[in-house]
């Protein structure tokens, strides 16, 4: 019996330390494994019991920790990522998630998880959370083929912030209202603001493209641009149009038996895309008579010419020493020569500032016959942006036009080489503009509205398509005030390929990165105030593709400044065409595409400057470089059909009475970047008396090569304010 109950008892000890080892088991387990939330609610709990004043400096940290953490990241990503910056308009639909959502899911999973568990800290309200930026620039360097930042205005900022109000029951604490916020500032100050003098400098650039004719090549050298082709595909008639009396002959270039006919150069050549002038030279051979030919240049003319001289623009003639100059050709300037090889320059300076919009803009001509001047310089009048009013549509268009009230002539933008009896060899165009640019800028920088104290500045350079490169920049703290800090900073100087090429001041506050562009906005009258870029439409021209009865329709954009995007809102989203005759038949254009037939400006040889997509808002951005730059909008042969385009056989006919209507562009993509409705398939506007004529090219693209068709003659347009409006 003593045996069996010692034999119990040792039992019941072994069964007693068998629970005690399960729970010593249980509650390593618990402490060791269970879920961090749980221990940091542990930690919470007998902190809070013992120093109610760490929890709340630990939400604080916590706050402060979000709200700094997603400044930096979002500064960063704005200069790498730029294209979702306005993420609700490239998608179909509002954007539920904004990056001001992400800081409150975080806040809330950081307190939701390890504080509110305790039933210590009940949230009052929901967390309230708010980020803006004014950024200043459009950054897409790390997006691949892009590598591009656009900057404009004088000005950026970055403010976050959060704020919550708490209950603490188990201390009796009631309201307590957290918050915080970052506000980083940067701006260009006004010159006063320090003790300094503002230096400024000039900074010239040429853009020269050369025509060679015998060899058939091209080639343009600017600012950040370089771009080699086939010299015949940018002038018309080029492939045939007069085949009888105008042809291309290889080891000779264009040549011309008989008659008067003219090689017209597709690009504009104007002050928009000269500002401070142009030249234009062509060299010829006298192939046939030498006592019977004419040779020349017809420039600013509003119409090309199809045959002939007249008195659209101004035309140069040289004629032959034994022929009298009676000037039966109407030129403008008339001149004799002896020798067979024959030089004829012509050098445009505008007079004054130029004013794109309204007002009559004069320049002087100066004449050149084989490096010798001839006569003295002439006036001529620029053409710019005059206001057709559209009562249809209810908005405006701006049609590119001018006209000479002492000569009596209109003027425009083309150039026409003029040759009878001769070839052309060779032919140069020059492009001149000059920038006025500060050296020394102040820069001022707050955080909080206080001087943001430990500021770095540092230099980046972008040039389309190839990226960015760092440099390094001097500085000095030249003032402090009460809510900034005021830098002086030295550009360097000078500026190698501005305006394709950007040079950017960053601003880094504790990882926080603001940029500044302190040069877009030069010294430029045509630039709207606070736009670094300008997006006109001078003109259009349509080009047939035969073979797929597709018709593309060319829109010239002038972009003036620095750089920029562009965005395009294809297929069905902004671009239409109509028929005005019956006035309510819309379609679709179909695709919209850069044309390189019609555009020689490529920026480092990379055409067409890229361009990237976006599909969910069907979208596409093309990277422009500074000057004319084609966008061709593509019409598929099924909407051609709706639009009353028809058969083949009514081209160019068909397309008289044709209005293309531009919608307003959004502007959530790039907010820097200025358009107008246009509308330019109408005869032209009268101002002042003066009736400004437009026009519309035609072309036929077939078995890879563009033909010159002609024109809209001025008498098949409708009247901007006719029977049709």
């Not at 930096?72 to 509002?94: C, D, K, R, V």
């Not at 210590?120 to 929901?126: D, Q, W």
């Not at 104007?270 to 019977?292: C, H, K, P, R, Y």
């Not at 019409?635 to 008289?656: A, D, F, K, M, R």
């Amino acid at each position: 019996m003593t045996s069996i109950n010692k034999r119990g008892q040792g039992l019941l000890i072994i069964a007693i330390l068998l629970v005690l080892l399960v729970l010593v088991v249980a509650l390593i387990y618990r402490e060791f494994t269970m879920t961090p939330a749980y221990i940091y609610q542990r930690s919470v709990y007998y902190a809070l019991k013992y120093d109610p004043q760490v929890i709340v400096e630990q939400l604080i940290q916590v706050m402060n920790a979000v709200v700094t953490g997603y400044a930096i990241n979002y500064s960063q990503f704005l200069m790498n990522e730029g294209i979702t910056l306005y993420l609700h308009a490239l998608t179909s639909m509002p954007v539920s998630y904004s990056l001001s959502n992400v800081i409150e899911s975080q806040l809330k999973l950081m307190i939701n998880s390890i504080y509110t568990p305790t039933g210590l800290i009940v949230p009052e309200n929901n967390l309230n959370a708010s980020i803006a930026a004014v950024t200043g620039f459009y950054g897409a360097l790390g997006i691949p083929g892009i590598k591009y930042v656009y900057s404009g205005e004088n000005s950026s900022l970055i403010l976050a912030s959060a704020q919550q109000t708490y209950d603490l029951p188990s201390l009796g604490i009631q309201h307590l209202t957290l918050n915080y916020s970052i506000n980083l500032t940067a701006s260009t100050a006004p010159n006063g603001i320090c003790n300094i003098s503002p230096n400024t400098m000039t900074y010239n650039t040429t853009l020269e493209c050369i025509f060679n004719f015998k060899t058939n090549t091209y080639t343009c050298n600017g600012p950040g641009i370089y771009s080699t082709g086939q010299a015949n595909s940018l002038w018309a008639p080029s492939y045939q149009a007069y085949p009888s009396q105008e042809y291309y002959q290889s080891d000779v270039g264009w040549v011309v038996s008989t008659g008067t006919y003219p090689l017209v150069f597709v690009y504009p050549v104007d002050e928009l895309m000269g500002q401070n002038g142009f030249v234009i030279s062509a060299t010829f051979n006298v192939t046939q008579s030498q006592s019977n030919y004419l040779v020349g240049i017809n420039f600013l003319t509003p119409t090309p010419p199809t045959s002939g001289t007249g008195n659209n623009g101004y035309t140069i003639c040289v004629i032959p020493s034994s022929q009298p100059s009676n000037n039966q050709y109407k030129c403008t300037v008339s001149s004799t020569a002896s020798s067979t090889i024959i030089n004829v320059t012509v050098i445009v300076t505008p007079n004054e500032p130029i004013n794109l919009i309204g007002g009559s803009v004069t320049g002087t001509a100066s004449i050149y016959i084989n490096g010798k001047t001839i006569g003295s310089p002439i006036t001529v009048y620029l053409p710019n942006f005059h206001l057709i009013p559209n009562t249809l549509f209810g908005n405006n268009a701006y049609m590119l036009s001018g006209y000479d009230s002492n000569s009596k002539v209109y003027v425009g933008s083309w150039v026409a080489l003029i040759l009878s009896n001769a070839a052309v060899v060779n032919a140069s165009i020059k492009y001149f503009n000059s920038y006025t640019l500060p050296t020394n800028i102040p820069i001022e920088v707050s955080i909080n509205n206080k001087p943001a104290l430990g500021t770095t500045l540092s230099g980046l350079t972008v040039t389309p398509t190839l990226g960015a490169l760092s440099f390094s920049i001097n500085y000095t703290v030249c003032n402090i005030t009460n809510n900034a800090i005021v830098f002086n900073v030295q550009m360097p100087w000078p500026p190698t390929g501005y305006p394709t090429t950007q040079y950017l001041v960053l601003i880094n506050y504790s990882n926080i990165i603001l940029a500044l562009n302190p040069w877009a906005n030069p010294q430029n009258s045509v630039i709207p105030q606070g736009y670094s870029a300008t997006s006109l439409l001078p003109y259009m021209s349509y080009v047939l593709n035969e073979s797929g009865n597709e018709l593309i329709v060319n829109t010239y954009f002038i972009n003036l400044g620095v750089p920029t995007l562009l965005s395009i809102y294809g297929s069905n989203t902004g671009l239409y065409i109509t028929n005005i005759i019956n006035r309510y038949d819309y379609a679709a254009m179909g695709t919209v595409i850069p044309i390189p037939s019609l555009n020689i400006l490529k920026v480092n040889n990379v055409f067409p400057m890229h361009v990237m997509p976006i599909f969910t808002f069907n979208e596409t951005l093309y990277n422009l470089a500074a000057g004319y730059t084609v966008i061709s909008q593509v019409v598929p042969p099924t909407q051609t059909e709706i639009t009353g385009y028809g058969s083949t056989n009514n081209y160019p006919s068909g397309l008289y009475n044709w209005v293309t209507e531009y919608e307003h562009f959004p502007n959530q993509t790039l907010p820097y970047t200025y358009f107008n409705y246009t509308i330019l398939n109408c005869w032209g506007t009268t101002q002042s008396n003066n009736e400004y004529v437009n026009y519309n090219l035609y072309y036929i693209y077939a078995n890879g090569q563009l033909q010159y068709n002609g024109y809209t003659p001025s008498q098949y347009l409708p009247s901007c304010q006719g029977s049709y409006w």
